[in-house]
């Protein structure tokens, strides 16, 4: 049964739903369900992380912004056993984590990079 619902959007956000319908998308609705079954599937993956975790961690920032998150990092340098730093074009950074740790060190390590607000994406990958 499909139920028909009613959301609140801001003209910048409809403006980017609108450019992602050109790109094979039936229609905005189809643009919405998309992004809201990727939401859910990635809720999915973090709750799988229990016990001791492995995972990955990738951040993408500007370059302006490097030491709003240094501080971050080394609370967390006990679960990071690999980090990888790279500048991309346009002042960007491109940051790259393996964590080995405590599944709930892992958690707020994330939740603390999220929010900072000034990360461009965050993604953790869990196996």
Known sequence: ???IISMSLSEALLREIDELEKTGFSGRSDVIRSGVKMLIDDMKE???LR????CIMIIMHNKKFENSFIKTKHKYEDIISTQVHSNLCHD???ELFVLH???EKITQFLSDIRKNKRA???KLVVP
């Not at 016990?51 to 492995?54: D, K, V």
């Open 101 to 103: 740790g405590p599944a």
């Open 46 to 48: 973090k709750e799988r």
């Open 92 to 94: 960007k950074c491109l």
């Open 51 to 54: 016990g001791h975790g492995e």
């Open 1 to 3: 049964m499909v139920k």
């Open 120 to 122: 461009d994406y965050v």
